[in-house]
């Protein structure tokens, strides 16, 4: 099960970190990965990067995110973030944690390979 916290109503140019706790599978051995849903559009790969099991350091960015967005892990904590700046309003969207069994180098940011999502959490950029 993975549960999303951290949305909210924000300006342009404001910040956000939004969180996903894991249990009770532990995380070592899962890619992690953060999609979005805007309106009207389909779901889309934010970010993703591989187990730390598996991993040679590289993430993916949706290129819309880079040099704003960061995704990260706590493995001890079981949970792994997304730390969203700069925001716009083209960023709103309900934002979906998700993850997959690996031991590959990198991740792959097409949602067929994620088999346990979270359930969402909605972020709103508008002034």
């Known amino acids: 099960e993975l549960v999303e916290s951290g949305g909210g109503l924000l300006q342009p140019g404001g910040s956000l970190n939004l969180s996903c706790a894991a249990s009770?599978?532990?995380?070592?051995?899962?890619?992690i990965g953060w999609f979005r849903q805007a309106p009207g559009k389909e779901r889309e790969a934010v970010s993703c990067?591989?187990?730390?099991?598996?991993?040679?350091?590289?993430?993916y960015y949706d290129d819309s995110v880079k040099g704003r967005f960061t995704i990260s892990r706590d493995n001890a904590k079981n949970t792994f973030y997304l730390q969203m700046g700069s925001l716009k309003p083209e960023d709103t969207a309900v934002y979906y944690c998700?993850?997959?069994?690996?031991?590959?180098?990198?991740?792959?940011?097409?949602?067929?390979?994620?088999?346990?999502w979270g359930q969402g959490t909605q972020v709103t950029v508008s002034s």
């Open positions: 998700a993850t997959y069994w690996t031991i590959e180098a990198r991740c792959r940011p097409q949602e067929r390979f994620y088999d346990s």
């Open positions: 990067t591989s187990s730390s099991a598996g991993s040679d350091g590289t993430t």
């Open positions: 009770p599978f532990t995380l070592e051995y899962y890619a």
